[in-house]
């Protein structure tokens, strides 16, 4: 069974940093595409950044220079650096893997599966 479970949210004054994380099990992160979403109360689910199996990643425009992902294949964990964060950051934030049958740069929710439970991000003014 596939399971991915995302921790590391809080809440931090604007201009601070977390780190979220993204543990997988029943799959191995290093040979698979992976994204970051986000919600926002009232919003649909907003793609944040891709990593694919090469370790290349691709970044929403609005999180570009501010947030970065990473990869450790020996936890089977990603990890989601967010830098400088603005108050609309603030969302549930979720990670998932990509369905096999996509292909190309995929940026909607629907190109994915696996959803974790996500974990909340609250940024203050």
């Known amino acids: 069974q596939v399971q991915l479970v995302e921790s590391g949210g809080g809440l931090v004054q604007a201009g601070g940093s977390l780190r979220l994380s993204c543990a997988a099990s029943?799959?191995?992160?290093?040979?698979?595409?992976m994204a970051w979403f986000r919600q926002a109360p009232g919003k649909e689910r907003e793609f944040v950044v891709r990593?694919?199996?090469?370790?290349?990643?691709y970044y929403a425009d609005s999180v570009k220079g501010r947030f970065t992902l990473s990869r450790d294949n020996s936890k089977n964990t990603v990890y989601l650096q967010m830098n400088s964060l603005k108050v609309e950051d603030t969302a549930v934030y979720y990670c998932a893997f990509q369905k096999v049958n996509v292909v190309g740069l995929a940026t909607l929710p629907e190109h994915y599966l696996n959803w974790g439970q996500g974990t909340q991000v609250t940024v203050s003014s």
């Open positions: 990593i694919d199996r090469t370790a290349s990643t």
């Open positions: 029943g799959r191995t992160v290093s040979n698979a595409a």
